[in-house]
């Protein structure tokens, strides 16, 4: 068997970048994820000063038609931000966000806090106690709380900082630990405990 060597790969260096190429590393971009506008921007002036660094140019240069190609992308209707924070709010509360954890995701990809507040707006309107909701799915996914099958008080206070980190309050982070039944506190985060 040959000898693995020690040294770490070169990176390869990046291709200079055209305003098509540009367009090409959008759209491929697009194709792969759902981003806010921002994060494109982001994203490809990244690739921009990558470039200029390796090949000695200035990435102002580019800037502009970063501007452009983002401008063209929102009218045709590739990127649209309110649609991005609402798809991924629904998203990271089904995964057992809350709604402060879904706020400060949206605000890193540089989602606009009018934008955030439409999205979480939206998603109470689809679910009555949104944060109970989303703290039960959290417990449920993480076996934690109700879902845990044995030892439930030796791992209360790690399961309460568990909640407390994905930006639960005290009060939702407690109802959801110390619940006795989960199909009751299921029913109670839907709504429907009548």
């Not at 971009?29 to 981003?35: Q, V």
């Not at 649609?83 to 890193?108: P, V």
Request: glycine share 6%; aromatic share 4%; charged share 35%.
């Amino acid at each position: 068997m040959p000898e693995k060597d020690d040294k770490p790969r070169a990176r390869r260096k990046p291709r200079k970048i055209t305003p098509d190429s540009l367009g090409r590393i959008a759209l491929h971009y697009l194709e792969r994820y759902a981003t806010s506008s921002e994060n494109l921007r982001r994203v490809l002036v990244r690739r921009i000063k990558r470039s200029a660094e390796a090949h000695g140019t200035d990435p102002d240069e580019q800037m502009p038609h970063v501007d452009a190609l983002i401008a063209r992308y929102q009218q045709a209707g590739l990127l649209d931000d309110q649609a991005y924070a609402r798809m991924r709010a629904e998203s990271l509360h089904r995964r057992g966000s809350s709604g402060r954890m879904i706020r400060m995701k949206l605000s890193a990809k540089g989602v606009a806090s009018d934008a955030i507040d439409d999205a979480l707006e939206s998603l109470t309107d689809l679910v009555a106690n949104a944060d109970l909701n989303g703290a039960c799915n959290y417990a449920r996914r993480r076996r934690i709380g109700p879902w845990r099958r044995r030892d439930r008080t030796d791992y209360r206070d790690r399961d309460l900082a568990a909640l407390a980190r994905q930006g639960f309050s005290y009060d939702i982070a407690r109802k959801v630990i110390d619940a006795e039944d989960a199909d009751m506190l299921e029913a109670e985060a839907a709504g429907t405990d009548g």
